[in-house]
Nanobody, 116 residues
Framework: DVQLQASGGGLVQAGGSLRLSCAAS????????LGWFRQAPGEEREAVSS????????VYADSVKGRFTISSDDAKNTVYLQMNNLKPEDTAVYYC?????????WGKGTQVTVSS
């Protein structure tokens, strides 16, 4: 079974850092694009970042460019999202996602709360 387990969220002050992890099972990360999304209360889910397994290239939302870094550890089948200089507007539930076998798979999400 395909499973994604996100962790690493928490409460942090503005300007602080957190590192999210997404542990994948049931497939190999080095074969699929994995993305991070987030959803704030009352808002639509939005894409934050994704990483390509082919060349390791990353894509970021404009709102997080220069502050967030996505990376992967194929040996651990885990993708990370390093979040620096966090802002209150980064407060949301963060989800990891993979599209494979014509289906979207989502992890349960991890809450990130940034206080001002």
């Amino acid at each position: 079974d395909v499973q994604l387990q996100a962790s690493g969220g928490g409460l942090v002050q503005a300007g602080g850092s957190l590192r999210l992890s997404c542990a994948a099972s049931g497939f190999n990360l080095d074969e699929y694009v994995l993305g991070w999304f987030r959803q704030a209360p009352g808002e639509e889910r939005e894409a934050v970042s994704s990483i390509s397994p082919y060349d390791g290239s990353a894509v970021y939302a404009d709102s997080v460019k220069g502050r967030f870094t996505i990376s992967s550890d194929d040996a651990k089948n885990t993708v990370y999202l390093q979040m620096n200089n966090l802002k209150p507007e980064d407060t949301a539930v963060y989800y990891c996602n993979v599209f494979l076998r014509d289906m979207n798979f989502w992890g349960k999400g991890t809450q990130v709360t940034v206080s001002s």
